[in-house]
């Protein structure tokens, strides 16, 4: 039997966060052996707020080289740059036809970007509609995201079941994959809200690319509580985004970061977890450099990627065209 297929993306916009790592990245590389996986470069989703043109293709080249630093084989997987290939586009037009504008305006993520931008793009808006063309195009079974991502999975199974009850089966209908712990790291500086990279202050998240140091220094200064004991509770959010840290780069689960620390305190549990982070982070950061400074090496990888992925996006594009009476 054919493995199930495995989609994911990340936009090229500013270098990842450990946030982005937990949350998706970390994931993908275990998923290679069991599943047939395509993990995109997502620069047509980037567009949907301004952009320069020469950021976008630098942070593009940038992720796919954390892609491979982290470990995405490209002898196993697809890795590839979404604008290389057409097709999302063009499903894209065509699940527009079938999507309705209200239920992208109940989209989260729209309301929270859109409130922030002074003029707000129709691309903004549209941004889920090709993101369930990404999926929808290679027939994927799991999309492993973080939690963030649920509501834009689950407006992607509504078109998948819209479009084959009425064109007849013809897309596979995804189901989101998120990591038991670190599916939502939050802000150092404000544990309410989510680590994001587009962050104003520094010091709320920790980049894939720190140095060790600013690691180490960022972890230091991360808001916790006057309470001053090990729970893992929601009424010590600080602290249990840390313990969520811990816990995804250790493999301990939370019990037993709290039991270890119960009697040791917020100090001695923040100086290990520095090196804890500092220390899952090393291969990658060792790495990165000289991938990413191999721009031939780069390029060969995605050419051929953008060729795997063409011809399966070319099989499911067909198809709909058809179906729709083109
Ligand atoms: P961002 O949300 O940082 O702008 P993307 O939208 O490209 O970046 O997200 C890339 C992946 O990282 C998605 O799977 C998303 O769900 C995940 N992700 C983003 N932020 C976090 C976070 N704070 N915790 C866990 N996962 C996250
Ligand atoms: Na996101």
Known sequence: MDKKVVY?????????????????????????????????????????????????????????????????DPEKSIIYIQSHVPEHVELAWLLNSITSVGQLQRMTQYKDKSQKSKEVLSGLLNYPVLMAADILLYQSSFVPVGEDQRQHIELTRDIAQKFNSRYSETFVVPEI?????????????????????????K???????????????????????????????????????????????????????????RDLGYGAFKEDLGEVVV??????????????????????????????????????????YKKMGF
């Open 177 to 201: 994959m998120v990591p038991k712990v670190g599916a939502k790291i939050m802000s150092l500086q404000n544990p309410e809200f989510k680590m994001s990279k587009s962050d104003p202050d």
């Open 203 to 261: 010091n709320s998240y920790i980049l894939i690319l720190d140095s060790e140091d600013d690691t180490r220094k960022k972890i230091k200064r991360a808001v916790t509580d006057s309470l001053g004991e090990m729970n893992y509770s929601n009424e010590q959010l600080g602290l249990k985004n840390l313990i969520d840290i811990h816990s995804a780069f250790s493999g301990k689960t939370p019990d037993e970061i709290v039991n270890y620390y």
């Open 279 to 320: 220390g899952g982070l090393r291969p990658i950061r060792q790495r990165f450099e000289e991938i990413r400074s191999d721009k031939s090496a780069l390029e060969k990888v995605y050419k051929e990627g953008a060729e795997k992925a063409s011809y399966l996006a070319n099989k499911t594009l067909r198809k709909v």
């Open 8 to 72: 994911s993306g990340i936009q090229p916009s500013g270098l990842l966060t450990i946030g982005n790592y937990i949350g998706a990245l970390s994931n993908f590389t275990e998923l290679q052996e069991e599943y047939n996986c395509l993990y995109c470069i997502v620069d047509m989703h980037a567009i949907t707020v301004p952009q320069e043109a020469k950021d976008l293709r630098k942070n593009t080249l940038d992720i796919l080289s954390l892609y491979l630093a982290a470990g995405i």
